[in-house]
């Protein structure tokens, strides 16, 4: 099988060779190609790549449906137009810009991250909606539907031409571009994907989720900004109405068709959105397209007929909607009028056949052609350290009850975890384990009852401070990082230190050789150890471990014997649910049973082995008094 | 009474009367979701194709009620396709493709519409009466009426069905745990796509009675998909008859607003009020809260 | 009746059910008894279409049934009662009970008449239920969600039960009115695939049991002299 | 690999050409909303022109200088959006062999969009975008040579208009009520200026605006009512205008409504139905077979397009019309380079005799302090029209002699 050519090459370095003979070539573009009208179109598809590269920070890495890029772009647009109008200088007007958008973008990112999916969706568009609004009603300042006129400023006495301007736009994509790649592939990007795929687990590990979000936010409002303080200068005349759906819509298309979570993707989106629309006024061209899109779509059909499949709707859909499209274009007496069906069915294809948009499909092409050199691994560090101030009280639970429905989940218990204790926690199916531990965590609000983790009170349901506070725990269904690899998902969740630090997390899990695998390609119990490291790597004062051998193997549970016995070494009192009884007995000082909800039984795994209540809840009911036995079946004991 | 309370009143039923359309629309999101949580972003769109398909069927001299009968046949197959095409697919693949491909779908429904039936808006002929009714100086027409009646009839009649039919009850099963509704024998598709056939004559059914007031044109559908969704979210998306109250309250606060601030600011307190009831509120106000299980 | 070749299943990473095979006769009890994880559920899964095996077969009546949906199988009279309950919170009592019988009611006509017979039996068998019958199933406690749940399979008339954890999570004395509720329903000749992590209880209930640790089985035979085997207390306290 | 090579050729060609074709044709663009809420208007405007320059070229093309010439139509539609009308407007000053552009609709559009045109001086007649920016943004430039020319009878004009008549009809007290485009905005200013011009003999009671897509106007029609406004003046477009009719007759509001030449589109009319008669509003040209010059127009528009009712009459005839200028302008010019055009433009020498009128000389030199010299249309050159039982007739039957009229000035 083909592998692939290796050229010896890192990817980033390939990728930052890449990106650097693009924008040369964008530069020398206008040498070649000559006019207006195209260097409108560079422009206009250098100030939407900034956009979108913005948007995509919300879109893509925030996996959250942005509806407000548009109108922060005509907010920042005002703002520079506005600032212009002042008297403000070129650089002065594209500052305005930015905090016009900036502030704004904020003010809404506050409440609206809160929300998600459809609710965070609509409170974005009410924004948008809003803003256009306000735009359109303020006419003493913006002239609302008349429109603002400016004339473009002189940069440093230097009066710009189209192609100057172009020029500086190209400067300003190149710099958004890679501030936004240093930032994402930051400890604050990682911590971004990290909690797109799972909120819980960020703030369970005091990532913090919501000042993530802002920020992300924020920052996408800033490059909205930007690119609309270009926007203004490009063509010095501004309607509120051009910052509405209809550009919305296109802008979102544009990011996912391009590819989200990826600069390239964003690029490439905004080549779309720019050149799109003026494409399609070329019957010609148009049609050549469509029919090149529908020879790409037939590829897939053709490998599942030749692998005798069925092809799957997935690979069917794009087809038969680029077959549609080619019909219209080469029949429907007016292509023009057919346009914006055309470009749906074009839409259509790509979403279906492109799910990782344009750049991930390239770049999967790429990583089939070529083969790259990973980065060498950074050194191990660190490890155990002492885990800051040992408290003689980790964990004071005093009467803690929660119902779901009409089910007591948790039913007033009382339970304490000293200093250097592993404190087991069993029972039956059922019994509220789980739920006792999401109290403690912070991920449920207790009905009654108090929580005191290290002699702080957390906020009762927020997993964030209980964390503060010092609880760290793993999950029963496990809460990877997906789109992390093992070292990043350590780099994400440590306070402080550096990669040779995580590197130091991951040997204590013995998993520092897979320290560059992503955590969707590893197996179900590296990913059971990767977690407990993430839960050290913040320097927890009371560990939660929910199940940590279930499903494993059993050299992997003597594995994990072995850990848990050196982090309570280390210093960390640990609470443990586990079903293997073995494990148990083997790991703990001392053994709580829940069952129904109530706390039975507490002592050393001896005394709770033989304690009646236990042996009844483990064995099922009682022999005295059953049916069971009163219709004489056989008897046990 | 006084003029100007009587101007305020004559608003704020106005307002309330097209707000039962926006919780009419609003229903047909509620009803996707509760089944399979995704909405059709196109839903406007299925409300302006209905409108149209009642506008030829009473054009080809059909009755306005079998014009209605049939509007809704077509939306129900229209809103089976788009579930078959762009939602079943982007969910299984777990990501938020179906919201792109529902405004796709609709995208290429306003096309269509564009180009078969025309870009101009017309009116749809109804039956009722033409001159207004009058209650104490308040004006009220036919057109309007009907559209509170059609919403609250057809919400009604599907509520009932929901409960008093297998089929219904099998649907809220679904939405409850699909899982158990298959041990159940229940086919999760098959009842996912019965809701958004429901959901899709229901739009149609919107079409027909919204119609009349705003007049039909490709365009209608924007601005009432946006409304609807409002209404849908604040309310809950699983909320039944909240919509009515939130849909109602939304058509009226903008009425009033238009009337009192400004007609260019008509939209804006009840979007205000949008983003602080969702932000105190996440799972809308009269919605159920969601529990997160690890 | 039904017939496991060989069973392989997971969700991620490592198989929970390791290669299992397990026969029950027409008219049986057979429990299938181990600590909590040891892969009881996710058999009870794979075998009604819940989780696609990921190798091994399942006949049911002479028929391979592998990887066919839940909703299937079900209608062939294989039916689950699911570990953890899983009643239909915000619908009532009664309605949840129709829902056992769905493949046989007319999804737009009239179906009340249809289930009243079975409807009545259920009662009978479970007054309680009868007493909430209009109230919503979410707010019943733990023991009438159980018995909602096994009425609900009920009513579906299945031919061959599988209970899931029927126990689980529910008090003592709830536990014995569940399990007396099997145990008639089996002395009526219901088949019965019962997986419970009491063992003594499902031992008493049973004919024939499997024991069953990291999703193997490591002993099987008739229940009674699995009871008075030493290695059984090892399998549900360890 | 090669056939992967050709094709980027094919696209590379096809898209970035300036290289001009056969040279024995006049490239003359059509730009102008083709979809979208102002479609109407646009595609009117775009079918009269095309109904022209399709009689031309089947009588041979235009003769420049000795040589027939057919014309070669470039459409673009810019959606009524700004930006994408700057687009439009890059992409055709830069094609380099356009000789001349018709077209726009938007206000909006013709000011984000026109700057292109006048740096490469390519000759561009606006019809129908009627607000008063268009021009006036030149005038306010002093740009002292313009290739832009408005072949529309604009709002200045129009706002005279419905003034006069609100007076003539006797009314002290009117509302004003305007949609929240440019085009509304700017009808609204001209007409709080042709009412101070007029004397000021018209209060203005309240002013409210409407935005596009609004059908519920009660809110506004109330507070007209409320504060006694004996007479409507209203600048829209078509869909809206016809909610503004509807709420009068909800609201039992019987006052007429006097607005701009948009009260003729058949979205307001079909719309409105019963409740739109009376409308008043300036026509240059009425769809009426009655007169005999507009006949042979509507005629071919009905039979080239297959319909009954034109969707703009007012569009189509100015578009019709604006195309047989040009092609004049071309024939004079003898030649097809823009900045010859602009001058046989301003200064035609035959009288063409178009579907409005008799044109003659209609344009003349640019005088930045005077938008009229590069204004063909002229308050005596435009009636009022009036909505009737489904039709635009004239307001004032005796006013048919203008829309018959021989010559105009």
Request: charged share 15%; net charge positive; proline share 4%.
């Amino acid at each position: 099988m083909f592998t692939g050519v290796d050229l010896g090459l890192k990817e980033n370095t390939a990728e930052r060779i890449v990106r650097i003979v693009l924008f040369i070539g964008l530069g020398a573009l206008p040498a070649f190609w000559q006019g207006q009208y195209a260097l409108g179109l560079l422009t206009l598809m250098a100030v939407y790549g900034v956009l979108l590269i913005g948007l995509d920070a919300t879109v893509g890495y925030l996996g959250q449906v942005n509806l407000a890029q548009a109108a922060l772009f005509g907010l920042g647009a005002y703002g520079t137009a506005l600032a212009v109008q002042a008297g403000a200088s070129f650089p002065l007007a594209l500052i305005a810009g930015v905090i016009a958008a900036l502030l704004p973008g904020a003010a809404l990112a506050l409440p609206a991250l809160r929300l998600e999916g459809p609710q965070f969706a609509l409170s974005t568009l009410s924004f948008a909606t809003l803003s256009v609004i306000v735009l359109n009603e303020s006419e003493s300042i913006t002239h609302g539907a008349l429109g603002l006129s400016i004339v473009r400023p002189s940069l440093f006495t230097v009066a710009l031409d189209a192609r100057g301007f172009y020029w500086l736009c190209l400067v300003v994509l190149f710099m958004s571009w890679w501030v936004s790649q240093l930032l994402l592939k930051s400890r604050f990007g990682l911590s971004i994907e990290a909690l797109r795929d799972s909120p819980t687990a960020t703030d369970a590990l005091g990532i913090g989720t919501l000042r993530h979000k802002v920020l992300a936010f924020a920052w996408g409002s800033a490059l909205a900004g930007l690119a609309g303080a270009l926007h203004a200068l490009n063509f010095g005349y501004l309607q509120p109405a051009a910052f509405g759906y209809d550009l919305m819509v296109m802008l979102l298309l544009g990011v996912v068709f391009g590819g989200r979570r990826s600069q390239w993707g964003a690029f490439a989106g905004a080549a779309v959105v720019a050149m799109l629309p003026n494409l399609l006024s070329n019957r010609t061209l148009f049609s050549t397209l469509v029919s090149f899109g529908c020879i790409l779509t037939l590829f897939p059909i053709f490998r599942s007929l030749i692998s005798r499949k069925v092809p799957a709707f997935k690979e069917a859909a794009p087809a038969v909607a680029m077959a549609a499209a080619l019909i219209l274009s080469l029949f429907a007496n007016n292509v023009e009028e057919w346009r914006k069906g055309i470009f749906a069915l074009f839409l259509f294809a790509a979403v279906v056949g492109l799910p990782d948009g344009l750049a991930g499909a390239v770049v999967s092409a790429l990583h089939k052609l070529i083969r790259f050199t990973p980065d060498p691994l950074p050194p191990v560090s660190g490890g155990f350290r002492p885990a800051g101030i040992s408290v003689s009280e980790p964990l004071h639970v005093l009467k803690l009850s929660k119902s779901f429905g009409g089910v007591r989940a948790v039913d007033n218990v009382t339970l304490d975890i000293g200093q250097d204790e592993i404190l087991g926690l069993i029972g039956p199916n059922g019994s509220g384990k789980t739920t006792f531990i999401n109290l403690v965590s912070g991920l449920y609000a207790p009905d009654s009852g108090t929580i005191e983790i290290a002699g702080t009170r957390p906020l009762p349901g927020s997993l964030m401070s209980a964390s503060s506070a010092g609880a760290a725990r793993t999950f029963q269904n496990l809460q990877p990082f997906s789109g992390l690899t093992a070292l990043e998902s350590i780099l994400v969740c440590q306070h402080d230190g550096g990669k040779s630090e995580a590197m130091g997390w991951l040997r204590v899990v013995a998993l520092e050789e897979k320290a560059r695998q992503r955590c969707s390609e590893m197996s179900y119990g590296d990913l059971r150890f990767l977690e407990i490291a993430r839960a050290l790597a913040t320097r927890p004062r009371l560990l939660m471990l929910d199940e940590p051998a279930a499903g494993m193997s059993k050299p992997d549970i003597a594995r994990l014997v072995d850990l848990v016995v050196s982090i309570k070494r280390a210093g960390v009192p640990i609470l443990l649910i586990e079903h293997h009884q073995d494990v148990v007995a083997e790991l703990c000082d001392r053994v709580a049973v829940m069952d129904g909800g109530r706390l039975i039984a507490l002592g050393t795994s001896d005394q709770v082995r033989h304690n009646p209540k236990v042996i009844e809840a483990y064995l099922g009911a009682d022999d005295d008094h059953t049916s069971v036995q009163s219709k004489s079946e056989p008897q046990l004991c | 009474m006084d003029a100007k309370y009587i101007a305020l009143a004559q608003m704020a039923v106005g307002g309330g009367l097209m707000g039962m359309a926006y919780a009419l629309v609003a229903y047909g999101f509620q009803l996707t979701y509760a089944a399979g949580k995704a909405v059709n972003f196109g839903q406007g769109e299925l409300v302006m194709l209905g409108a149209f398909t009642g506008i030829s069927l009473a054009g080809s001299g059909l009755p306005y009620g079998v014009s209605v009968l049939g509007a809704m046949v077509a939306g129900a197959a229209l809103g089976w396709f788009v579930e078959r095409v762009a939602v079943r697919l982007a969910l299984k693949q777990h990501n938020e493709g179906w919201i792109l491909l529902t405004i796709i779908v609709g995208l290429f429904a306003l096309s269509f519409v564009e180009n078969i039936w025309g870009r101009d808006d017309r009116p749809f002929p109804v039956p009722w009466p033409a001159a207004p009714l009058d209650f104490y100086g308040i004006s009220v027409t036919w057109p309007e009426l009907a559209i509170a009646m059609g919403a609250l009839g057809i919400m009604i009649f599907v509520e009932l069905a929901k409960r008093y039919t297998m089929a219904g009850i099998a649907v809220q099963a679904v939405s409850a745990d699909p899982e158990a509704a298959e041990l159940c024998g229940v086919r999760s598709s098959s009842a996912i796509s019965l809701s958004w056939a429901v959901s899709g004559a229901a739009a149609a059914f919107a079409g027909t009675v919204i119609g009349p007031v705003t007049t039909v044109g490709p365009t209608m559908a924007a601005a009432l998909t946006l409304k609807a969704f409002s209404v849908a979210v604040v309310a809950g998306l699983d909320s039944g008859f909240g919509l009515v109250i939130a849909g109602i309250a939304l058509g009226a606060a903008e009425n009033l607003s238009g009337y009192v601030l400004g007609s260019g600011w008509r939209e804006a307190p009840g979007l205000l009020l949008l983003i602080l009831a969702l932000a105190l509120r996440p799972q809308g106000i009269f919605g159920k809260k969601i529990i997160r299980k690890v | 009746m039904l017939n496991v070749e060989n069973l392989r299943a997971g969700y991620s990473g490592d198989d929970a059910v390791r290669g299992i095979s397990i026969k029950v006769a027409e008219g049986s009890c057979v429990a299938l008894v181990g600590a909590n994880g040891a892969g009881k559920s996710t058999l009870a899964k794979a075998l009604c279409g819940l989780l696609i095996p990921r190798a091994g077969r399942v006949f049911f009546d002479g028929k391979e049934i592998t990887g066919l949906p839940a909703s299937e199988v079900a209608r062939r009279g294989l039916c689950l009662c699911p570990e953890g309950r899983r009643v239909f919170g915000p619908l009532t009592v009664e309605e949840n009970l129709f829902l056992g019988a769905y493949p046989r009611l007319p999804s737009f006509g009239p179906f009340r008449r249809a289930a009243s017979g079975d409807l009545q039996r259920i009662y009978g068998m479970f007054p309680r239920l009868g007493e909430r019958r209009l109230q919503q199933a979410g707010s019943l406690s733990g023991g009438e969600q159980q018995m909602l749940a096994i009425g609900r399979v009920l009513m579906a008339r299945p031919r061959f039960m599988v209970l899931d954890e029927p126990s689980m999570g529910l008090a003592p004395v709830v536990v014995k009115e569940v399990f007396e509720a099997i145990r008639s329903l089996h002395a009526s000749g219901m088949t019965i695939l019962l997986s419970e992590q009491f063992a003594r209880i499902a031992l008493a209930l049973s004919d024939r049991a499997y024991i069953i640790e990291r999703g193997s089985v490591v002993l099987e035979g008739a229940s009674k002299d699995l009871a008075e085997n030493p290695a059984v207390m090892a399998a549900y306290l360890g | 690999m090669k056939a992967s090579r050709s094709i980027l050729a094919v696209l590379l060609a096809t898209s970035f050409s300036t290289v001009a074709m056969a040279a024995d044709v006049v490239k003359i663009a059509i730009t102008g909303p083709f979809s979208g809420g102002s479609a109407p208007m646009g595609v009117s405007m775009r079918d009269g022109a095309k109904l022209a320059i399709s009689q031309i070229n089947q009588n041979g093309g235009i003769n420049v200088a000795g040589r027939k010439m057919k014309i070669e139509l470039i459409e673009r539609d810019d959606e009524g959006k700004n930006d994408r009308g700057a687009l439009v407007a890059q992409e055709i000053s830069s094609m380099g062999d356009i000789s001349a552009v018709i077209g726009t609709v938007n206000t909006g559009v013709a000011v984000m969009g026109d700057k292109y045109y006048v740096e490469k001086g390519i000759v561009k007649i606006i019809t129908p975008a009627a607000g008063s920016a268009s021009m006036t943004q030149w005038s306010k430039a002093g740009v002292k040579d313009l290739p832009i020319f408005r072949f529309a009878s604009h709002d200045g004009i129009q706002a005279q208009m419905v003034v006069e008549k609100a007076l003539k009809l006797g009314f002290t007290n009117v509302a004003i009520l305007h949609d929240a485009t440019n085009y509304g905005v700017s009808g609204r200013d001209d007409l709080i200026e042709q009412i101070s011009r007029q004397g000021g003999k018209l209060k203005v009671v309240s002013v409210e605006k409407f935005a596009i897509g609004d059908k519920d106007m009660t809110g506004q029609l109330i507070k007209a009512k409320s504060a006694g406004a004996q007479a409507i003046l209203i600048w829209g477009i078509g869909p809206e205008l016809a909610a503004v009719a509807s709420g009068k007759e909800k609201l039992g509001f019987k006052v007429p409504m006097i607005g701009g030449w948009t009260l003729s589109m058949s979205n307001f009319i079909d719309t409105a139905g019963a409740s739109g008669n009376g409308a008043l509003m300036p026509q240059t040209f009425i769809e009426d077979e009655s007169i005999a010059r507009a006949k042979p127009f509507i005629q071919a528009y009905h039979k080239a397009y297959a319909v009954s009712r034109i969707p703009s009459p007012v569009s189509a005839a100015q578009g019709y019309d604006a195309a047989l200028l040009l092609a004049e302008a071309i024939h004079e010019a003898g030649s097809t380079t823009p900045s010859k055009i602009k001058l046989s433009l301003e200064n035609l020498k035959v009288t063409v005799k178009g579907a409005i009128a008799d044109w003659k000389k209609p344009w003349s030199k640019w005088n930045p302090s005077n938008v009229e010299t590069h204004e063909a249309f002229r308050r005596a050159t435009t009636v009022m029209g009036k909505v009737q039982n489904g039709r635009v007739v004239l307001a004032n039957p005796s006013e048919k002699f203008v829309l018959e009229g021989t010559a105009v000035k």
